[in-house]
């Protein structure tokens, strides 16, 4: 089994739908060439690393919204660690494009893979569970992440036109079409 796959079709489908005026950067599971770090402050050292994320889109008004893919890793830490480092962040950082603020409203979208679940397992309940808590909790006090979106998904399913793919496409759609602020 591809222990990647699924981040190559999501980064393959964002390089497809990422609108006019919009920055894709993608890391190197998801195809790209670079790591994609966030950070607490403008100074980007180790001690202001917050989190590597899969991927993330940019315009003039900063990030818009940041993609991560769990491939195998559905308990509530990692997917609630990830969401909330990623909402501590203020900017991404690296040299090809220098710092990029984070937008006052950041869509942080979370594509979930469900094959390896056990049949009639629990982890499909508990992660709607974590995600309906999650946005209810959004915005947060301090932060820029402003809406959370989990889209369940397997490699063989992203296409943009129907399922997971059309749900990834129409949430990125949607929230890059708002002001963000």
């Not at 964002?14 to 950070?39: A, E, W």
């Not at 603020?101 to 709607?128: E, G, H, I, W, Y």
Request: proline share 6%; charged share 20%; glycine share 6%.
């Amino acid at each position: 089994m591809d222990s990647k796959a699924l981040h190559r079709a999501v980064g393959g489908l964002l390089t497809r739908i990422c609108p006019r005026g919009c920055t894709l950067v993608l890391d190197k599971d998801c195809g790209g060439d670079q790591h994609v770090p966030l950070f607490v402050s403008r100074d980007s050292h180790r001690y202001t690393a917050c989190c590597k994320v899969d991927a993330l889109l940019f315009d003039p008004d900063g990030v818009r919204a940041v993609v991560e893919v769990e491939e195998s890793n559905l308990r509530p830490t990692q997917l609630c660690g990830k969401l909330l480092t990623t909402a501590l962040a203020t900017v991404y950082c690296h040299r090809r494009h220098n710092v990029i603020p984070m937008s006052r409203s950041v869509l942080f979208v979370q594509v979930l893979d469900p094959s390896r679940l056990k049949r009639n397992t629990a982890k499909l309940k508990q992660a709607q569970k974590l995600g309906d808590a999650i946005s209810e909790l959004l915005p947060l006090k301090r932060g820029s992440v402003t809406r959370y979106q989990p889209v369940w998904a397997v490699a063989s399913t992203l296409v943009v036109n129907s399922g997971p793919g059309k749900q990834l496409f129409e949430a990125i759609r949607s929230h890059l079409s708002t002001s963000p602020g």
